[in-house]
């Protein structure tokens, strides 16, 4: 599980790409539920291996794509999963921390984060961090296999190994309160109760 939160050495660049293929389809998933625009700023946080970074960029032809990671493992297996759109010039990838985007206040139209809220230090003060980085009307969706109450097994399994993984699950109506404490508006969740997937959007006034 430290290795899920904090990837590194050659078991870590392992698991990163695993991920890129296992977390493949709930991104999908997610990213279904909101528009992306032709020329949209995007910023995945906790971009793992980099695969979202590249789907979004598929969707933002003609915007750029930002990621940043906490663990320089994942920065790197990103870097060389996206080498040429990098080159291209349309997607950009650094280390930093949720806690302190290394970004200009309203630089974003959309903020994503798949597979990673639940291992933030501090939920609340990673949200209102996203919240200064988003342009006026621009959302943050967060997207996850699993949640707290969740009837699948993934979800079962998560929570009954909860005290050892140090994960900070949340119910549905958690994740709705984490977005209302921060101030967002036009809030939607969405769920697959049985795979144990969730959804959250919320948009910055």
């Given at each position: 599980m430290n290795q899920c939160k904090r990837p590194s050495g050659?078991?870590?660049r392992l698991i990163l790409r695993n991920m890129n293929a296992r977390h493949s389809r709930v991104t999908g998933w997610g990213l279904a539920h909101i528009t992306v625009r032709q020329r949209d700023t995007i910023l995945d946080v906790g971009c793992g291996g980099g695969r979202t970074i590249g789907k979004l960029a598929a969707l933002a032809r003609e915007g750029k794509v930002y990621g940043i990671d906490h663990a320089e493992a994942s920065v790197a297996v990103a870097v060389k999963t996206n080498r040429q759109l990098?080159?291209?010039?349309?997607?950009?990838i650094q280390k930093a921390t949720v806690s302190q985007l290394p970004f200009a206040a309203e630089m974003f139209d959309l903020v994503t984060a798949v597979?990673?809220?639940?291992?933030w230090p501090d939920l609340p003060e990673g949200m209102r961090e996203i919240r200064r980085v988003l342009k006026p009307g621009g959302k943050l969706i967060i997207i996850a296999e699993v949640y707290r109450g969740a009837t699948g097994m993934v979800g079962r399994l998560a929570e009954k190994h909860l005290p050892s993984t140090g994960l900070k699950l949340l119910t549905i109506d958690e994740h709705r309160a984490l977005f209302v404490d921060a101030g967002f508006t036009d809030i939607e969740i969405g769920t697959e109760p049985a795979k144990g997937w969730i959804w959250a959007?919320?948009?910055q006034p």
């Open positions: 050659w078991l870590g990098i080159e291209d010039g349309r997607v950009q597979e990673t809220h639940f291992w959007v919320g948009r």
